[in-house]
């Protein structure tokens, strides 16, 4: 299902979220921490081996998750949706932030040959360590959440018509994220026994995607030369019937 060119219906007041309000920033300046060290290239990642690729919370499809509900308006499921990804992920990265440093992440890595660039508003593009990226992505989504004009909250306020494209480039942000904390720092995701909550997040947010048209597959997929990790994360998933009905 799309929601690009679609029109709105009235909608009803936003009930508010199960994580309640706006999310505090994150403070990215623990003291450096050693993280282990991604995998060498041709081994195999450790969030591809079993059992903690298919560690998850939700058994079955995904696809009952993500289906618009009956009398709800498409933009506003959307943006809810969208900011409890925002707010989740935010979360995840707050709890393995002091491993991902200037030191341990000198780049926004997402698989042995791929390393996110920066594009600032001009531009100009900069390769950027791992922690400015990212805090670089969660401030700018953070400002267009607290934006009226981008993410309304009134009753009877209409989303501006750019709000797809918008939604569009958050969400290909937040996926640079779970791209990288995938490659480069789920050895801590498995330290702390949270491999179910966040391969599941990252399951609900995949599906939500592709039922939205929000996930472009070369996204997700990378170049042949630069191929992104979890990639085949995806591809096991969509194998399993996890993802789509």
């Avoid at 030191?103 to 400015?132: F, I």
């Avoid at 934006?147 to 290909?172: G, L, M």
Wanted: net charge positive.
């Amino acid at each position: 299902m799309s929601f690009f060119n679609r029109s709105r219906a009235p909608r009803p007041r936003r009930s508010p979220t199960p994580s309640g309000g706006n999310t505090p920033r994150k403070d990215y300046s623990a003291p450096p921490s050693r993280s282990p060290s991604p995998s060498s290239p041709g081994s195999k990642p450790l969030y591809l081996c079993s059992p903690f690729a298919d560690a998850a919370l939700v058994k079955g499809n995904f696809k009952t998750i993500v289906m618009l509900p009956k009398y709800t308006d498409i933009m506003e499921w959307v943006a809810v949706n969208i900011f409890d990804f925002y707010t989740n992920l935010n979360e995840f990265y707050g709890v393995i932030a002091e491993t991902c440093t200037q030191h341990t992440c000198p780049t926004m890595s997402a698989g042995p040959s791929l390393n996110y660039v920066w594009t600032h508003q001009g531009g100009k593009q900069a390769m950027l360590p791992a922690p400015t990226y990212i805090d670089y992505v969660m401030t700018s989504i953070q400002n267009l959440i607290d934006d009226e004009n981008a993410f309304p909250t009134k009753s009877n306020q209409a989303f501006h018509p750019s709000f797809p494209a918008t939604v569009r480039t958050i969400y290909r942000q937040l996926l640079r994220v779970f791209a990288h904390i995938y490659h480069a720092h789920y050895p801590q995701i498995l330290h702390l026994r949270s491999e179910p909550h966040f391969n599941s997040l990252f399951a609900h947010f995949l599906a939500f995607g592709r039922e939205y048209e929000l996930l472009e597959v070369r996204d997700i997929k990378g170049e042949p030369n630069a191929p992104i990790g979890v990639g085949l994360l995806w591809e096991r998933w969509k194998e399993k019937g996890i993802l789509e009905g």
